[in-house]
C-alpha cells in the first residue's frame, strides 16, 4: 500500500510532505521529483492515496487535471510538453481522519507516505506536536511544536498533537483538575532535576524538546489501559500515568523517569514490530532502580532477600521481585521464553520484569556503560522491521555481544552469589557522550553533580522528619491536655 507506480524508465528521487494541522482537519503540501532516465513529453505515475479529497495539482508547466482517484489510489498524469529527463509534481490534499485515539486533551494521530525503499523522504507536521513514533531508518525531532523528520523510503508516522496542556519545563502535562498545579509543578520541576539519568545511563536522546504525559483517574486508567500498571508509553509518544500514582512526590519519581526511558528506548527499537520486551523494560526498570536508589527510596532485591526497616512504631518487610525457584527451573529446563517474553502474559509477568532488570544489572555489571552506549547507538540505525520475537532477540543480543541468561549456573550457591552481587549493585551515573537521535545525530555531553541531587534529598529526608515530628507533638499535645481534663 506505500509504493509508486511508474514506467520503468522513470523514478521518484524526493518527496516533500508538508502536514498543516487545524484542529480535525489536515492540508498535505507533497512535492514529487520524478526523473527519466531518457527524455519524454510526461510522465504518469499511480501512488495510494487515503486522503478525503485533492484540493490541487501541478506541475513545472502548470495545473494539472489529468488525475483521478479511484479505489484508494491516485492516478496522475503531468502536463504534455517538450521532452525532458526531471520534473516537479506538487500535489496539494485534505486528509480528516488522521486520528486514532485520544487521552483527555492528547490526540494520538497517524500519517503515511508512500515512497519507494530508494527515494529520499523529507516529512513536516507543524503543531502543537509534543512527541512522535515513526518507521525504523527515519531521524527526528520535534522543536516549538513542530515535528521534522527525514530517511529512506514509505513513512509512518504518529505523533501528539494538543493545543491544550499545562508546561512544566519539558514537559507537557494533560489531566482533569483533580491535582494541584502546585502539587504537580514540585513533582515534574523534581523529575527535570533527575531527567540526566536517562541519556547518561542510556548514551542516547530523542530530539525534542517536550515530552507528554497524560495522567488519568485510576478507574479511567484501569477500564483504558489495564488494572496493574502504573504507567505505560503509548506508540505515538504519549505517557500516561495512573492518577494515583502522583498522590506521592517521591514514589511518582521513578515510575515517571521509568515510563520517560520508553521514550527513549523507541527512537532506539523502532525495528521492533515484535511482541518482544524483555530489553525495553529491563532498561526502563534499571533506570527506576537507580532513581529510587539516589532518591533514598528503599527498592526489593531481585530474586533473593528480604528487606526489613522500621518506621515510627512499625517494622515493615519488602520481599524480592521474583522467586529464586522459578529463576532456577527456569534454567534447570533449558527455558528460552524470555526470548519472546512480554507484560501482557500475566503468569510470567513478575518474573519477567525481574529477569528482565537482572539482565541489564548483569550487563552493566559486566560490561560497563560504554558497550551498552555502544550498541544502543547501533540500534538507531538499524532501518529493517522485525516481527518476529525470537529474530529481534537474536539481533539485540548480537548486538550487546552477550546471551540472554543472567547469572545462570551450573550449581545453586555460584547463582545465589551472582544474584547477591547484582542487589547491591548501584553504580555511580556515567557522565556519557550522548547521541541525540535526530536528524543531524549530534553528540552531546551533560554536565551534572549527583552529589547535588542527594543533597536535596537529605534535605528533603529533613523536612519530611520535621513535619513528623510536629505532628506527633501536637498529638501528644492534645492527648496531654485531654488526660489533664
Same mark, same amino acid.
Request: aromatic share 14%.
Given at each position: 500500500m506505500f509504493f509508486f507506480t511508474l514506467p520503468a524508465y522513470s523514478k521518484i528521487t524526493r518527496?516533500?510532505?508538508?502536514?498543516?494541522?487545524?484542529?480535525?482537519?489536515?492540508?498535505?503540501?507533497?512535492?514529487?521529483?520524478?526523473?527519466?532516465?531518457?527524455?519524454?513529453?510526461?510522465?504518469?505515475?499511480?501512488?495510494?492515496?487515503?486522503?478525503?479529497?485533492?484540493?490541487?495539482?501541478?506541475?513545472? %508547466?502548470?495545473?494539472?487535471?489529468?488525475?483521478?482517484?479511484?479505489? +484508494?489510489?491516485?492516478?496522475v498524469k503531468t502536463?504534455?510538453?517538450?521532452?525532458?529527463?526531471?520534473?516537479?509534481?506538487?500535489?496539494?490534499?485534505?486528509?480528516?481522519?488522521?486520528?486514532?485515539?485520544?487521552?483527555?486533551?492528547?490526540?494520538?494521530?497517524d500519517f503515511s507516505v508512500a515512497?519507494?525503499?530508494?527515494?529520499?523522504l523529507y516529512f513536516r507536521a507543524h503543531g502543537p506536536i509534543h512527541g512522535f513514533d515513526a518507521s525504523p531508518g527515519f531521524k527526528g525531532s520535534v522543536k516549538g511544536g513542530e515535528l521534522f523528520l527525514v530517511g529512506y523510503g514509505p513513512l509512518h508516522v504518529r505523533f501528539?498533537?494538543?493545543?491544550?496542556?499545562?508546561?512544566? +519545563?519539558?514537559?507537557?502535562?494533560?489531566?482533569?483538575?483533580?491535582?494541584?498545579?502546585?502539587?504537580?509543578?514540585?513533582?515534574?520541576?523534581?523529575?527535570?532535576?533527575?531527567?540526566?539519568?536517562?541519556?547518561?545511563?542510556?548514551?542516547?536522546?530523542?530530539?525534542?524538546?517536550?515530552?507528554?504525559?497524560?495522567?488519568?483517574?485510576d478507574s479511567n486508567y484501569n477500564s483504558?489501559?489495564?488494572?496493574?500498571?502504573r504507567g505505560i508509553y503509548v506508540n505515538g509518544g504519549l505517557i500516561l500515568l495512573k492518577e494515583s500514582v502522583l498522590r506521592e512526590k517521591k514514589s511518582a519519581l521513578p515510575v515517571i523517569l521509568h515510563e520517560l526511558a520508553h521514550c527513549f528506548n523507541a527512537k532506539a527499537f523502532a525495528w521492533n514490530s515484535s511482541k518482544a520486551v524483555w530489553l525495553d523494560e529491563g532498561l526502563a526498570k534499571f533506570i527506576e532502580y537507580l532513581v529510587s536508589k539516589n532518591l533514598g527510596i528503599k527498592v526489593p532485591n531481585l530474586f533473593l532477600g528480604e528487606k526489613k526497616y522500621?518506621?515510627?512504631?512499625?517494622?515493615?518487610?519488602?520481599?524480592?521481585? +521474583?522467586?529464586?525457584?522459578?529463576?532456577?527451573?527456569?534454567?534447570n529446563d533449558e527455558s528460552s521464553y524470555m526470548?519472546?517474553?512480554?507484560?501482557?502474559?500475566?503468569?510470567?509477568?513478575?518474573? +519477567?520484569?525481574?529477569?528482565?532488570?537482572?539482565?541489564?544489572?548483569?550487563?552493566?555489571?559486566?560490561?560497563?556503560?560504554?558497550?551498552?552506549?555502544?550498541?544502543?547507538?547501533?540500534?538507531?540505525?538499524?532501518?529493517?522491521?522485525?516481527?518476529?520475537?525470537?529474530?529481534?532477540?537474536?539481533?539485540?543480543?548480537e548486538k550487546l555481544e552477550t546471551s540472554l541468561e543472567p547469572c545462570k549456573a551450573t550449581k545453586k550457591e555460584m547463582m545465589v552469589s551472582c544474584i547477591n552481587e547484582l542487589n547491591s549493585f548501584a553504580p555511580e551515573i556515567?557522565?556519557?557522550? %550522548?547521541?541525540?537521535?535526530?536528524?543531524?545525530?549530534?553528540q552531546k555531553t551533560d554536565d551534572f553533580d549527583i552529589f547535588v541531587v542527594r543533597a536535596k534529598n537529605i534535605k528533603a529526608k529533613f523536612r519530611d522528619l520535621n513535619d513528623k515530628m510536629q505532628k506527633f507533638l501536637e498529638f501528644a499535645f492534645k492527648a496531654t491536655e485531654a488526660h489533664l481534663q
Open positions: 518527496i516533500d510532505c508538508n502536514l498543516n494541522i487545524k484542529d480535525q482537519e489536515a492540508i498535505a503540501s507533497i512535492s514529487i521529483n520524478l526523473y527519466s532516465e531518457t527524455p519524454i513529453n510526461y510522465f504518469s505515475i499511480e501512488m495510494p492515496f487515503q486522503g478525503n479529497r485533492i484540493i490541487k495539482i501541478s506541475d513545472s %508547466i502548470g495545473n494539472i487535471k489529468n488525475y483521478e482517484v479511484r479505489d +484508494g489510489k491516485l492516478f502536463n504534455s510538453s517538450a521532452k525532458r529527463k526531471e520534473e516537479l509534481l506538487k500535489i496539494e490534499a485534505q486528509y480528516k481522519e488522521l486520528e486514532k485515539e485520544a487521552f483527555l486533551q492528547a490526540r494520538i494521530l515512497a519507494e525503499d530508494n527515494t529520499e501528539i498533537y494538543s493545543h491544550s496542556g499545562q508546561r512544566f +519545563g519539558r514537559f507537557i502535562v494533560f489531566e482533569d483538575g483533580s491535582i494541584s498545579n502546585a502539587h504537580l509543578t514540585e513533582i515534574f520541576n523534581e523529575a527535570e532535576n533527575l531527567y540526566f539519568i536517562l541519556p547518561n545511563v542510556l548514551g542516547i536522546e530523542p530530539d525534542q524538546d517536550i515530552y507528554a504525559i497524560a495522567i488519568l483517574c483504558r489501559v489495564n488494572n496493574y500498571s522500621i518506621e515510627g512504631r512499625y517494622v515493615y518487610t519488602i520481599f524480592p521481585s +521474583g522467586d529464586f525457584n522459578d529463576l532456577y527451573q527456569y534454567y526470548a519472546e517474553w512480554n507484560a501482557e502474559n500475566s503468569e510470567k509477568r513478575t518474573f +519477567g520484569y525481574a529477569f528482565s532488570e537482572l539482565f541489564v544489572r548483569d550487563y552493566i555489571f559486566r560490561n560497563g556503560f560504554e558497550k551498552l552506549h555502544y550498541a544502543m547507538q547501533s540500534f538507531l540505525n538499524e532501518k529493517e522491521n522485525i516481527y518476529d520475537s525470537r529474530e529481534f532477540t537474536k539481533k539485540a543480543l556515567p557522565k556519557a557522550k %550522548i547521541v541525540v537521535a535526530g536528524p543531524k545525530q549530534l
